[in-house]
């Protein structure tokens, strides 16, 4: 269960994390990084950012890119957030799948929903 200024620090980090990132991705047409979620440790040392890349295909390569420039992203964010946060936490960040997962439901049940159309139709025909 997180504490209220957890929840506080989260939100503010994402909301900053989101325009930094949206800044960086207006140069790169085609790419769009969204943050999910922020989950900001106990000891407000350490937040998990869990980020949303399309197209997902190029993902991998994004988060590797993000990856190695995670100190001067930390150091925007250490700007932008220096009169609300003492120390600007340690940025995790983790690629969010659960819209690609959520796809592949949708094709699964698209892939099902035909069968049972048919079988419907037989159904009724007796």
Do not use: W
């Not at 957030?81 to 960040?93: A, G, S």
């Amino acid at each position: 269960m997180d504490t209220t200024r957890q929840q506080k620090i989260s939100r503010l980090v994402q909301k900053e994390l989101s325009e930094i990132f949206r800044r960086e991705t207006a140069k790169t047409r085609g790419t769009l990084v969204t943050v999910s979620s922020v989950r900001v440790s106990p000891d407000l040392s350490v937040a998990n950012v869990r980020l949303s890349i399309f197209p997902s295909e190029s993902a991998q390569a994004i988060m590797d890119n993000i990856n190695n420039s995670e100190r001067s992203i930390r150091h925007q964010l250490a700007q932008q957030t220096r009169y609300q946060l003492r120390r600007c936490p340690e940025l995790k960040f983790h690629i969010d799948d659960s819209l690609d997962y959520i796809d592949h439901i949708d094709e699964l049940l698209a892939k099902d929903k035909p069968k049972e159309e048919s079988k419907d139709k037989s159904e009724t025909e007796d």
